[in-house]
């Protein structure tokens, strides 16, 4: 899979290009049958796949404080997009001079001059343009005068409602890792390297990888027994803290910090992959350290007993 940034760095594509668009958050169930039926059509068609996204979101430029907390960040996404065996990724930055590109500047720019697109796939609430008249009926239109061909996207469905990034974040927040995992298709995970932090759990008898969230806000909060990736392919059953640790932190942003049951050595510098498995309990706020140092134990002893009996990892 190929990266492409801007679209002053487009190759010709000569041969036309199967594009869809869209934010692919998370790149859930609903996504991969997107992008399944994308990589059909481009048989057919024998052009390459494109998947066409914005950074940042669009949601998250007009209304930072609102937007809601990403389910993976770009690298993540990207990684998810190559294993669906997406062939390119145009990603646009999303800015005052984009966000001023009416529908019919849209199509013509970044669809036919740009990506000279032979075929659209796109869901039929889709708006676009800076007065937002761009819509589904437009594309079918603007195919017939541009020559490419429209085709709204497949719903997928779980338990007779729509799989959606939203959905996935509600799960998320209620702690629901098994439906997580069922509207993904996959555990939850968040990838990030080991930065050096306040060594505190070392005090408390549980050292602490404290892994870097280049996020403001994580879509899920509390303690959970997880499975740790190390460089080397290592799994290794662990017990996480994400969220704004109220009785140690006062920035308000989301930390992830994991505990590996009987790990020795240094991780600092890694990229340690953390995969969700099973809720613990709450995040909460602990009077003293001591308080929270018996809380700890409590959670390490929780994680080795389901560890155990479920043998999970």
Request: glycine share 8%; hydrophobic share 40%.
């Amino acid at each position: 899979m190929q990266l492409i940034r801007g679209l002053h760095n487009l190759p010709s594509f000569a041969q036309g290009t199967v594009v869809t668009i869209g934010d692919f958050d998370g790149v859930h169930r609903g996504h991969q049958a997107i992008l399944q039926r994308l990589k059909q059509t481009a048989q057919q068609l024998q052009a390459p796949t494109c998947v066409l996204i914005f950074e940042p979101q669009p949601r998250e430029y007009f209304a930072p404080e609102s937007a809601p907390a990403r389910l993976t960040p770009l690298a993540d996404k990207l990684q998810l997009l190559e294993q669906a065996g997406v062939d390119y990724v145009v990603c646009i930055a999303f800015n005052e001079r984009f966000r001023q590109l009416s529908a019919e500047q849209f199509v013509e720019q970044v669809l036919v001059t740009g990506l000279h697109v032979c075929h659209l796939q796109i869901g039929d609430d889709f708006r676009f343009g800076c007065d937002r008249s761009g819509d589904y009926a437009f594309l079918l239109e603007a195919g017939q005068r541009y020559q490419f061909s429209v085709e709204p996207t497949t719903t997928v469905q779980h338990e007779q409602l729509r799989i959606s990034s939203t959905r996935v974040r509600e799960a998320l927040a209620a702690g629901d890792l098994a439906l997580t995992e069922q509207l993904l298709g996959h555990k939850y995970w968040i990838k990030g390297r080991v930065l050096h932090g306040k060594k505190l759990g070392r005090t408390l008898n549980a050292p602490t990888a404290n892994v870097q969230l280049k996020r403001k806000k994580a879509p899920l909060q509390g303690v959970f027994l997880v499975k740790a990736t190390l460089d080397n392919g290592q799994h290794w059953p662990a017990v996480a803290n994400i969220g704004v640790r109220p009785s140690v932190e006062t920035d308000g942003l989301p930390h992830l910090e994991v505990h590996l049951l009987g790990f020795q050595g240094d991780l600092y510098g890694q990229r340690l992959r953390v995969e969700f498995v099973h809720k613990i309990r709450d995040e909460q706020k602990f009077a003293s350290l001591d308080a929270l140092q018996a809380a700890i134990a409590s959670d390490i002893k929780t994680a080795k007993d389901y560890w155990q009996k479920f043998h999970t990892l």
